[in-house]
């Protein structure tokens, strides 16, 4: 109870740190909506060379990359994540100050980049995806529960990618930068999340396999659900797909944790 | 009461450095080698000690973000590297150069976080909230965004979101670093206030030595991980064999003076130092200068205790041991 008071304290307050940039705000909504463009000029030709393309229409393969560029700030596919303070406060050593404060530190960064997602997703998602719905005929539905089941899995889908980055940052704690891995993770997000292509495009074992991976939680699957490719049971095991990956990465961030707070703690850092 | 005992602390890193091209070597450096000492409640101690004494690691594992390599430490009867979590709640710490507020939000929201964080009870923290606020000036700051305020007014907030949950000890680990001669002495009017009405422990470590003069009653003085000084500042002026100096003005230059119970320090042409015990009385040295040089002018200077610090500072590092290592 008292954890779950913090986390929302912590959440809003971050919430609104990332509100106070408004200027980047709508930089980073024109930036989105003129990819969007950009995007769905390409996938046009594409599927109109190749109908039903990965098993997706024109207008659901032009829903999928604005969904894309609403989705791209909110799950910091491309970096920005609210643990990149924390990678700065490992290398200058203020990490040592929360070390000292009575509260979790992954459920801390957690709660941060939530309310960071939560602000992204209204400030930099509704805006291109309403832009991208006036220009193109996007294949969106109209009734209450894909977009309620959407939300779900986007929220799935940000604890995921938090989950991921923040691995990534404690490894900081023995590389002190952690720029290289950081930017290799970026990469393979963007690939990797469908971002680039929709992964239902890839054959085989390869597009198995990375229908499989953690990252699918961050765009394909949350795409997939709003557009109603999957739904009923499947919608059922998309979630369940992303809350095991959700559960996995953050106990595996929790035992990585433990160690590089032993190191801290012993070693001095 | 004793709040914190320190019984033969130790802390020993262990270093890696690389000896030729593919080889490397182990060797330890004792950052903290052995420091035994206690702290009463309410006491206001000062802990010194040139950069790379050992300060800070001992400010870390007094609040538990540390664990020590050997010795016993207890703070408030916890043993911090144990039981960090329920310490948290009892110590307040400022870091100067480490920040806890949030950077982009008022200073509001950053003390909204800290009620939540260690819970404390909506009365308790809207009287202490506004007792900070009052002694710290801080009524325009509460809706500035941190990242506008100055250093100083930073440090301000710092200190109050220390205090908001009542700790028993508050460490403050170069509180007033890169402060005007203004906010400083708002700070430390803040902490004698604090000691005063509150009876909280203070515990700090500095370089600046007003800091001490004004503040502490005590003087713990460590260097290369060993306390070779803990006693009050007058204590420290003896041990150090502080000295005097008598300024003086001839009508001309002269040949140094040279008169019973004082030494020549130095010259500048018809100006001459000279430096006589800080405990003996400067009238003998006067008239035997009065009465064989051509005296115009004379000032004398009281000991200043950056020097003896100094001096204590730079017999550790000859590897004698202190003057006064009671540790």
Sequence with gaps: MHAARLALVVAVGSFRRYATYRVATVAGVVTNTAFGFILAFTFTALWSERPRLGGYDLPQALAFVWIGQALLAATALMGGGAENELQGRIRSGDVAVDLYRPADLQLWWLAADLGRAAFQLLGRGVVPLAVGALAFPLALPTTPLPWLLFLTSVTLGVVVGFALRYLVVLTSFWLLDGSGVSAMSGLLGVFFSGMLLPLTLFPGAFGETVRLLPWSSMLQVPADVLLEVRQGPDAARALGFQALWALALLGAGRLLQRVAIRRVVVQGG | ?327
């Design chain 2, 1 to 327: 009461m004793e709040l914190i005992e320190l019984d033969g602390l130790e802390k020993v890193f262990t270093v890696r450095r690389s000896a030729g091209r593919l080889r490397r070597t182990r060797h330890e450096v004792r950052a903290v080698d052995g420091i035994s000492c206690t702290v009463r409640r309410g006491e206001m101690v000062g802990y010194i000690g040139p950069n790379g004494a050992g300060k800070s690691t001992t400010i870390k594992m007094l609040t538990g973000i540390l664990t020590p390599s050997g010795g016993r430490l207890r703070v408030a009867g916890i043993d911090p590297a144990r039981e960090r979590t329920r310490l948290a709640g009892r110590i307040g710490v400022v870091f100067g150069q480490r920040t806890t507020l949030w950077w982009d939000l008022p200073l509001r929201d950053s003390y909204a976080l800290v009620r939540r964080l260690y819970r404390v009870p909506e009365a308790r923290y809207r009287a202490n909230l506004e007792r900070c606020v009052e002694l710290l000036d801080l009524a325009p700051l509460l809706h500035v965004p941190v990242r506008q305020l100055s250093l100083g007014q930073r440090m301000r907030g710092d200190i109050a979101a220390a205090l908001l949950h009542d700790p028993e000890v508050l460490y403050l680990d170069e509180p007033t670093i890169g402060l005007d001669v203004v906010s400083k002495a708002k700070v430390r009017g803040f902490l004698r206030e604090v000691n005063a009405e509150r009876g909280t422990t203070v515990l700090l470590t500095t370089h600046d030595l007003g800091d001490i003069e004004q503040l502490c009653d005590r003087v713990m003085v460590i260097d290369h991980g060993r306390l070779v000084h803990d006693g009050g500042l007058d204590a420290l002026h003896a041990a150090g064999e502080s000295e005097r100096v008598l300024v003086v003005d001839l009508e001309r230059p002269t040949a140094p003076i040279a008169v019973p119970g004082a030494r020549f320090v130095r010259a500048d042409g018809p100006r001459q130092w000279l430096a006589f015990p800080a405990a003996a009385s400067a009238a003998p040295v006067l008239a035997a200068i009065a009465a064989r040089y051509p005296l115009a002018d004379l000032s004398v200077r009281e000991p200043d205790i950056e020097q003896v610090i100094a001096r204590l500072y730079t017999e550790g590092r000859d590897g004698g041991a202190g003057p006064s290592g009671r540790g």
